[in-house]
C-alpha cells in the first residue's frame, strides 16, 4: 500500500515528496491564500449579519405612517 502524501492537481495526482522545492512553495502560498479568504469570508458572514441587524433596528426606529 502507497501511504505517501498525495495532491491532486487539474485532475493529476502528485507525490508531495516528487515536488520540488518551488512548488511546494507555491503550493504552501496557495494554501495561506485559501486560508486567508476563508477567514475574509466568514468575516463578510458576520459583517451581513450585523448589517441586517442594523437595518432591522432602523425599520424599526422610522416613524411609522
Known amino acids: 500500500m502507497n501511504d505517501q502524501p498525495k495532491i491532486t492537481i487539474d485532475g493529476k495526482d502528485y507525490a508531495v515528496d516528487s515536488l520540488s522545492q518551488d512548488a511546494l512553495n507555491q503550493l504552501s502560498s ?21 448589517r441586517n441587524a442594523y437595518a432591522a433596528a432602523l425599520a424599526a426606529a422610522l416613524p411609522k405612517n
Not at 496557495?30 to 451581513?48: G, P
Open 30 to 50: 496557495i494554501n495561506i491564500v485559501d486560508r486567508k479568504i476563508a477567514d475574509l469570508q466568514q468575516d463578510i458572514a458576520i459583517l451581513q449579519t450585523a
